[in-house]
């Protein structure tokens, strides 16, 4: 594994799928990250950033999911175990926070074991169900996407979100 200075962040590409699916698997093995079919990776690729160090090799992987006009989700954010805690998370979450300011998102949800981390960089523990007013609340409950659900904590997807704390960040 190359240095830590050495380590890019940039939009993903197709080629990086694979490495995004052996970041996230022992992840999802553990029931920290949902695992997703290679497909669902190719469909939500425009999502994605990565973190690449100087040898090609996928260290870190973020995707930001857009829910409403002014809401997104974080999800899929992921540094390799043997870098974590020299700036990568870091440096994509900024990277996903700035995509959001971007296209017009104003608030940025994540459901997360990782409290600490998130709430440095902005993020509260969400209270109670009003991030959403009742008419959004009822046109998001047509969505398929399970991050949607988690959002909405609806009970079908409750195993999915245990121990999972559900936080929230505006800009
Ligand atoms: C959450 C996760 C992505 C963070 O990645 P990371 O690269 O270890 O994160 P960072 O190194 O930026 O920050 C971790 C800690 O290292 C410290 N740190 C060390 N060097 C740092 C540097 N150069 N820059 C920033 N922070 C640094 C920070 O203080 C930070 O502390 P905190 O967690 O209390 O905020 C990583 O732990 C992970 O992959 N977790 C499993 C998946 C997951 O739970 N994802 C979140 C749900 S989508």
Redesign the pocket.
Known sequence: MTSVSAITIRRARTSDVPGIRALVAP?AQER??VAKEAVAYYEALQEFRVAEDADGRIV?CGALHVMWEDLAE??????HPA??????????LEQLLTDAQDIGVTRVF?????V??FR?HGFAVMANQSAVDPQVYSELLRSSDEGVAEFLDLARVKPNTLGNTRMIRSF
């Open positions: 992840l920290i990250l870190g974080v999800r899929t954010l992921a540094a870098l974590r805690g020299s700036g990568i998370g870091h440096r994509l994540c459901l997360t074991f990782e600490d981390f440095r």
